[in-house]
């Protein structure tokens, strides 16, 4: 079974290249309003971006390979689309990622991001209202791992969560998906 | 595949000169087997020469032998012990393939004894060559960084990477980047396999080293030594280059 599923997801990244079909646009139930608080300090709501395109995934700062990866990809993706694109990184990690490590890490990335951390609650309810999850892998008590939702959530300029992104989206695939927000 | 096929069967004729005309009928189950061995997706951990070194054998908590070498057979390199290590599988990676048809399950472990190569693990130490290293410049906290390479195995033996070590850092580990049902997961893994003539890429999202416990911010435009240790004894020094995240 583990050889037909891998068969199936080597097809599928095959073909991530192929730009000629761009998957329409959904309209998902799950997503919606939340309060968390940004790398600033400041309070934040999704209600603040309201008339912009976002891009929201969840992820830590000290996440060794996969979030450097996204937040590098969706660089590119807001090249792409001419610096038009809102991306939102909202911690898994509440415990390790306040505000003033959420500034300085995401200051490393050529791109504007708008970091977002809360309390253990406000991050759990946030995840459950996305169908995001999260879990915590006990090592050490400063080094342990999270495992983590690995979708990026386009989020309409209504506030509706409109399409998916798997990890392996190439940022091309991205970039067109986006584009048809109207 | 269809020119193949023909090869294959002419191959394995020519190989098995003592035995006469009933290895006609032996080598046309074998290229019966290895035709199913494709169709069932074997190769797809197995690799498609049974090494070992499929697309996914690198995820695999237990990585697949290499047929070649009869001493890694968990329960006997026999067709009919091959057989039922079909039928039954073998924990943890290796599912029962009890839907099969016991014909079919003889026909497959026929071409995998017809892998076996005697005298296999006798086969000369391993020769690696490292390309393209680099490490992801660290971000703040500055307490873990990436390195990515590829590793080519020269040789005709699988080599076993089983370490590293930097004085930039504490510690080195490998890591194994998965999304597993949406949810994205880091596992350290013991030890890397690098097929034999075959490589290993370490490429963001997938495998890295892990260093932990750096000692300074691992700054872009840098260098950053590394040294290599592998199964057989052997060390490499490699330097990787530091950029950007």
Redesign the interface.
Known sequence: MKAALGLVLLLAAGGCGDHAVVPPLDRYELGGEFSLTDQAGEPFQLDALRGQVVALFFGYTYCPDFCPLTLSKLSRVNELLDDQLQVLFVSVDPDRDDTAQLRAYLSAFDLSVTGLTGTAEQIAQVTRQYGAGFRRQEEGETSYIIDHTSRTYLIDREGVVRYLFSSEDAAELMAAVIEQVP | MKHALPILVVLLAACSGDGGDSDDGQSGFVARGRALFAR???Q??HGDQGRGD???AAS?TQRPRDFRDRSAYRNGYQVEEIAASIAEGLPP?M?AYSHLSGQTRLLLARFIASLQVEGFEEVAGAMVRVEAAWA??S???H????VFMVLRNESSAEAALVGAVAEAADSVEF?L?S?AG?????RRVGQLAIPAGGNLQLV??RL?L?L?GLRQPLLAGSRLPLRLQFADGEEIAVEAQVR??
């Open positions: 069932n997706g074997c797809t951990c499929g697309g996914l695999l990676a599912p992801r410049a971000l703040p906290p307490q873990t960084a990436a890591h980047t999304n949406d949810m994205m997961q880091m963001p999202g890295h892990m932990s950007q995240p």
